[in-house]
């Protein structure tokens, strides 16, 4: 029975330094594997950064876009009410300058009948 639990014991250690990281603790391997585990770390908080940043300028681009619809918006109105602004006053002279030819031409005929009238 001692023999039999004396070669499990063998056996046990045998399996567990066959399965350890490394050999023998005078091996690197396990401290490779932490500086490996490490970098692994910090390449992944460099990618979340560079995620992050790349977020924020995208945001920020789409809000410099929308402000510049918004302005050229802004500007198209204002243009547009310019030009109405413009047709309204033009019609507005057009038509005081349609008014002063009608009283032109009314007093020419005014004119004309009381010089008529003054003749006969």
């Known amino acids: 029975m001692k023999v039999i639990l004396v070669l499990l014991l063998v056996l046990g250690a045998a399996v567990?330094?066959?399965a350890s990281p490394s050999r023998s603790w005078?091996?690197?391997?396990?401290?490779?594997?932490r500086e490996q585990a490490r970098y692994?770390?910090?390449?992944a908080r460099e990618a979340r950064n560079e995620a992050r940043r790349a977020?924020?300028?995208a945001r920020e681009e789409a809000r410099r876009e929308?402000?510049?619809?918004t302005d050229d918006a802004r500007?198209?109105?204002?243009?547009?009410r310019r030009d109405a602004f413009e047709n309204r006053m033009e019609m507005r002279r057009e038509e005081l300058r349609f008014l002063h030819e009608m009283r032109e031409q009314r007093r020419e005929v005014e004119r004309e009948v009381r010089?008529?009238?003054?003749?006969?």
Do not use: G, H, P, Y
């Not at 005078?26 to 594997?33: A, F, V």
């Not at 692994?40 to 390449?43: H, I, K, L, Q």
């Not at 929308?66 to 619809?69: F, P």
């Not at 500007?75 to 547009?80: F, I, K, P, S, V």
């Open 26 to 33: 005078d091996d690197r391997s396990w401290d490779s594997w």
């Open 115 to 120: 010089d008529a009238f003054r003749f006969r």
């Open 55 to 57: 977020a924020l300028e």
């Open 16 to 18: 567990c330094s066959i």
């Open 75 to 80: 500007r198209m109105a204002r243009e547009a």
């Open 40 to 43: 692994a770390r910090e390449s």
């Open 66 to 69: 929308v402000r510049r619809a």
